[in-house]
C-alpha cells in the first residue's frame, strides 16, 4: 500500500503540448536543433554519438515548482528525477538514458545557455552510460629550455705582437690576386697557439705566436690590409678577436672600441703543401743573407725567360751556390762550409720567393732548416716557415759565359772607385748610362759625357794596372750595383778585350766563401 501510494504520488510526467502555447511549442521545436549542437561542441560531438547507439532527444517542458527551464532527454521518458545529472530509469520499452537537471538548460523562449562547467560533468556521465574510454589529456608540452645566449668563440692577444707578426706576411699578398680569398690573412687557432698563414699561390709563409684562447679549434680569413692598417693606429695593449665562423666576420675589441671585419670562409683557402721525405740541410740565416745581397740585383725581370727570374742554387756536399743573371751581367756566390748530403742538386728559387726570404730572415744568426722537393722548397726558421714553388726551368749553363783567360788585370780601392763612378755617371747618357774606363800604367781615368746636352765628365784615380793599354765601357748603374754589392776594401777587375765580359771579385776572398762578378761590356764611339 505505501508502495502504490509513493508510485501513485510520483511525478507525473509534464507534457509539453499542456505547458506550452502554439508558438512556443514552435520555438521549442526549433531550439533542439541548436541544443544539440551545443551538446556536440562542449562535449566532443558526444550528441552524435549517442544518435548512432540508437538514442533520440528531446526537450521536457518545466516540471512543477519551475518557469522557464526546458530540459534535454535521451529515450523514452516516463520519469523526471530533477537532482539526477544523468541516470537510467524504468521504463516499459527497458532501459533508457536521460539528461536532467542543469546539465544543458534551455531558457525560454528560444536562446540556449549551454555553461562549460556542466559541459564536463555532462560528458563524463554520457561517457559511464555508453560505457566510452575516458579520453586522455592532451600532454602540454614542457616549454623548451631558454636558449643560451650565443657567446661567440674568442681569442686574445697583443696587439703589437700582432702586428709585427703580420708585417713580414704582408709582401706575400698579391694586390690583385686571381682567387678572391688570397687577400685576406688565414687565422687557425688551436691549443692556444694562432697560426697565420699569407699566400699567392706560388709563396706561402705561415707563422705562429701564443694567444689565450676560448675554443680549442677556430679558424677564419680576414682582410689583410684593413686588419694590418687597423692595429698601426691602436695603441699597444690587448686586444680581443670575437669570431663567427658561420657569417665569415670577427670583431675586433679594444679598450675604448669595437671593430667589425667581414672575411671569408677558411675552407676556401688553398692548401698550403706539406714537406715530404726531401733532402734536407741547414744554412746559417746570415749565409742566405750575404747570398741574397749578392745576387738580387741582378735577378731578371723578363718573363720570356722564366729560368732567369729565379735564382739558381746548386747543391754539393761540400757547398752551395747561388746564380742570377739578367744576361748583361751574372753574380756568382758560393759557400764552401755549406753542402747537402746526397747527389748533386739544381733548383732554381722565384725572385719573390728569394725576396720573401730576406726579409723574414731574423737579425741574428739562427740555423734556417731547408728541404729541397721536387717541385717546392721549404724554409723553416723558429715558428716561421715559407714555401715557395720552384721555377720549372733550365737554366742557362752560365760556367761558359764567364772567359777563363784575362790576361789584364786592375786593382784598385773599391771605395774610391765606385764615389768616382757615382759622380761621372751623373753627367752621362741617360738612356745609355755609359762611362768609359781608361787603363795606362798606374792610372785609371773614368769620362762620361751626353752628346744631347754638352755635358761630360772626367776623373782620374791611382790603380795597380798590369796589363795593355785600353779603353772599356761599362753601364754605370750595372758597376754601381756590383761594387755596392762587395764589402772589401779593394777589388780585382779582370779583362781580356774591351768587347769581352770583365770579371769583378774581392781583391782577397774569404776562406770559405768565393763572389764573381760578371758584367757585359758597351760598345765605345772609338773603336768597331
Same mark, same amino acid.
Given at each position: 500500500?505505501?508502495?502504490? =501510494?509513493r =508510485?501513485?504520488?510520483?511525478?507525473?510526467? *509534464?507534457?509539453?503540448?499542456d505547458?506550452?502555447?502554439?508558438?512556443?511549442?514552435?520555438?521549442?521545436?526549433e531550439?533542439?536543433?541548436?541544443?544539440?549542437?551545443?551538446i556536440?561542441?562542449?562535449?566532443?560531438?558526444?550528441?552524435?554519438?549517442?544518435?548512432?547507439?540508437?538514442i533520440?532527444? !528531446?526537450l521536457?517542458?518545466?516540471?512543477?515548482?519551475?518557469?522557464?527551464?526546458?530540459?534535454?532527454?535521451?529515450?523514452?521518458?516516463?520519469?523526471?528525477?530533477?537532482?539526477?545529472?544523468?541516470?537510467?530509469?524504468?521504463?516499459?520499452?527497458?532501459?533508457?538514458?536521460?539528461?536532467?537537471?542543469?546539465?544543458?538548460?534551455?531558457?525560454?523562449?528560444?536562446?540556449?545557455?549551454?555553461? *562549460?562547467? +556542466?559541459?564536463?560533468?555532462?560528458e563524463?556521465?554520457?561517457r559511464?552510460w555508453l560505457? %566510452?574510454?575516458t579520453?586522455?589529456?592532451?600532454?602540454?608540452?614542457?616549454?623548451?629550455?631558454?636558449a643560451?645566449?650565443?657567446?661567440?668563440? =674568442?681569442?686574445?692577444?697583443?696587439?703589437?705582437?700582432?702586428?709585427?707578426?703580420?708585417?713580414?706576411?704582408?709582401?706575400?699578398?698579391?694586390?690583385?690576386p /686571381?682567387?678572391p680569398?688570397?687577400?685576406?690573412?688565414?687565422? #687557425?687557432?688551436?691549443?692556444?697557439?694562432?697560426?697565420?698563414t699569407?699566400?699567392?699561390?706560388?709563396?706561402?709563409?705561415?707563422?705562429?705566436?701564443?694567444?689565450?684562447?676560448?675554443?680549442?679549434?677556430?679558424?677564419i680569413c680576414?682582410?689583410?690590409? %684593413?686588419?694590418?692598417?687597423?692595429?698601426?693606429?691602436?695603441?699597444?695593449?690587448?686586444?680581443t678577436?670575437?669570431?663567427?665562423?658561420?657569417?665569415?666576420?670577427?670583431?675586433?675589441?679594444?679598450?675604448?672600441?669595437r671593430?667589425?671585419l667581414?672575411?671569408?670562409?677558411?675552407?676556401?683557402?688553398?692548401?698550403?703543401? /706539406?714537406?715530404?721525405?726531401?733532402?734536407?740541410?741547414?744554412? *746559417?740565416? !746570415?749565409?742566405?743573407?750575404?747570398a741574397?745581397?749578392?745576387?738580387n740585383?741582378?735577378?731578371?725581370?723578363?718573363?720570356?725567360?722564366?729560368?732567369?727570374?729565379?735564382?739558381?742554387?746548386?747543391?754539393?756536399?761540400?757547398?752551395?751556390?747561388?746564380?742570377?743573371?739578367?744576361?748583361?751581367?751574372?753574380?756568382?756566390?758560393r759557400?764552401?762550409?755549406?753542402?747537402?748530403?746526397?747527389?748533386?742538386?739544381?733548383?732554381?728559387?722565384?725572385?719573390?720567393?728569394?725576396?720573401? %726570404?730576406?726579409?723574414?730572415?731574423?737579425?741574428?744568426?739562427?740555423?734556417?732548416?731547408?728541404?729541397?722537393?721536387? !717541385?717546392?722548397?721549404?724554409?723553416?726558421?723558429?715558428?716561421?716557415?715559407?714555401?715557395?714553388?720552384?721555377?720549372?726551368?733550365? +737554366?742557362?749553363?752560365? #760556367?761558359?759565359v764567364?772567359?777563363?783567360?784575362?790576361?789584364?788585370?786592375? @786593382?784598385?780601392?773599391?771605395?774610391?772607385?765606385?764615389?768616382?763612378?757615382?759622380?761621372?755617371?751623373?753627367?752621362?747618357?741617360?738612356?745609355?748610362?755609359?762611362?768609359?774606363?781608361?787603363?795606362?800604367?798606374?792610372?785609371?781615368?773614368?769620362?762620361?759625357?751626353? @752628346?744631347?746636352?754638352?755635358?761630360?765628365?772626367?776623373?782620374?784615380?791611382?790603380?795597380?794596372?798590369?796589363?795593355?793599354?785600353?779603353?772599356?765601357?761599362?753601364?754605370?748603374?750595372?758597376?754601381?750595383?756590383?761594387?755596392?754589392?762587395?764589402?772589401?776594401?779593394?777589388?780585382?777587375l779582370?779583362?781580356?778585350?774591351?768587347?769581352?765580359?770583365? @770579371?769583378?771579385?774581392?781583391?782577397?776572398?774569404?776562406?770559405?766563401?768565393?763572389?764573381?762578378?760578371?758584367?757585359?761590356?758597351v760598345?765605345?764611339?772609338?773603336?768597331?
Open positions: 500500500m505505501t508502495a502504490q =501510494k =508510485k501513485g504520488a510520483a511525478v507525473a510526467k *509534464p507534457k509539453l503540448s505547458r506550452l502555447s502554439p508558438e512556443d511549442k514552435l520555438a521549442f521545436q531550439l533542439l536543433p541548436v541544443a544539440l549542437q551545443e556536440n561542441t562542449h562535449c566532443a560531438g558526444l550528441a552524435d554519438k549517442l544518435q548512432a547507439s540508437g533520440t532527444f !528531446s521536457i517542458a518545466p516540471h512543477a515548482g519551475e518557469t522557464g527551464t526546458l530540459y534535454v532527454t535521451a529515450g523514452n521518458y516516463n520519469t523526471f528525477a530533477p537532482n539526477v545529472r544523468f541516470g537510467m530509469g524504468p521504463s516499459g520499452e527497458g532501459q533508457r538514458a536521460f539528461f536532467s537537471g542543469s546539465d544543458f538548460p534551455v531558457q525560454t523562449p528560444a536562446t540556449l545557455d549551454a555553461r *562549460p562547467e +556542466y559541459a564536463a560533468l555532462f563524463s556521465n554520457a559511464t560505457k %566510452l574510454p579520453p586522455q589529456p592532451t600532454p602540454i608540452p614542457a616549454p623548451a629550455p631558454a643560451a645566449p650565443l657567446v661567440m668563440p =674568442k681569442f686574445i692577444v697583443s696587439s703589437s705582437a700582432l702586428l709585427k707578426t703580420l708585417q713580414p706576411l704582408a709582401a706575400v699578398i698579391p694586390g690583385n /686571381v682567387v680569398v688570397l687577400s685576406n690573412f688565414l687565422f #687557425e687557432v688551436a691549443k692556444g697557439t694562432l697560426q697565420i699569407a699566400s699567392d699561390l706560388e709563396t706561402s709563409i705561415t707563422t705562429s705566436l701564443p694567444v689565450e684562447s676560448s675554443k680549442n679549434e677556430l679558424r680576414l682582410p689583410s690590409r %684593413l686588419l694590418l692598417n687597423l692595429l698601426k693606429q691602436l695603441p699597444d695593449q690587448p686586444i678577436f670575437d669570431v663567427d665562423e658561420e657569417q665569415h666576420h670577427a670583431q675586433v675589441n679594444s679598450a675604448n672600441g671593430y667589425k667581414t672575411g671569408e670562409h677558411a675552407a676556401d683557402y688553398p692548401k698550403v703543401p /706539406v714537406p715530404g721525405p726531401f733532402s734536407s740541410m741547414e744554412i *746559417p740565416s !746570415s749565409t742566405l743573407a750575404r741574397y745581397s749578392k745576387t740585383f741582378a735577378i731578371s725581370t723578363d718573363e720570356l725567360r722564366p729560368a732567369m727570374t729565379g735564382v739558381l742554387v746548386e747543391l754539393e756536399p761540400g757547398s752551395v751556390t747561388f746564380v742570377a743573371t739578367d744576361g748583361h751581367r751574372l753574380l756568382r756566390f759557400r764552401l762550409d755549406v753542402g747537402c748530403p746526397g747527389a748533386i742538386k739544381r733548383a732554381i728559387v722565384p725572385g719573390k720567393a728569394w725576396k720573401m %726570404l730576406k726579409a723574414t730572415l731574423p737579425a741574428e744568426t739562427t740555423p734556417v732548416r731547408v728541404k729541397w722537393g721536387t !717541385s717546392n722548397a721549404f724554409f723553416e726558421m723558429g715558428t716561421l716557415r715559407l714555401v715557395c714553388r720552384l721555377i720549372d726551368e733550365r +737554366y742557362p749553363d752560365y #760556367e761558359n764567364i772567359p777563363l783567360s784575362n790576361p789584364n788585370k786592375l @786593382l784598385i780601392s773599391r771605395p774610391e772607385l765606385l764615389r768616382a763612378s757615382q759622380r761621372c755617371a751623373l753627367m752621362s747618357n741617360k738612356t745609355t748610362h755609359q762611362i768609359r774606363l781608361s787603363l795606362a800604367g798606374a792610372e785609371l781615368t773614368l769620362a762620361a759625357d751626353d @752628346l744631347d746636352y754638352g755635358n761630360e765628365a772626367r776623373e782620374t784615380l791611382a790603380c795597380q794596372y798590369d796589363g795593355e793599354n785600353m779603353d772599356i765601357g761599362f753601364n754605370a748603374d750595372f758597376l754601381h750595383q756590383m761594387l755596392g754589392a762587395l764589402d772589401n776594401e779593394e777589388v780585382s779582370s779583362m781580356s778585350t774591351p768587347s769581352r765580359a770583365g @770579371l769583378l771579385e774581392p781583391a782577397q776572398q774569404d776562406e770559405q766563401e768565393n763572389v764573381l762578378m760578371l758584367v757585359m761590356p760598345m765605345l764611339n772609338n773603336y768597331v
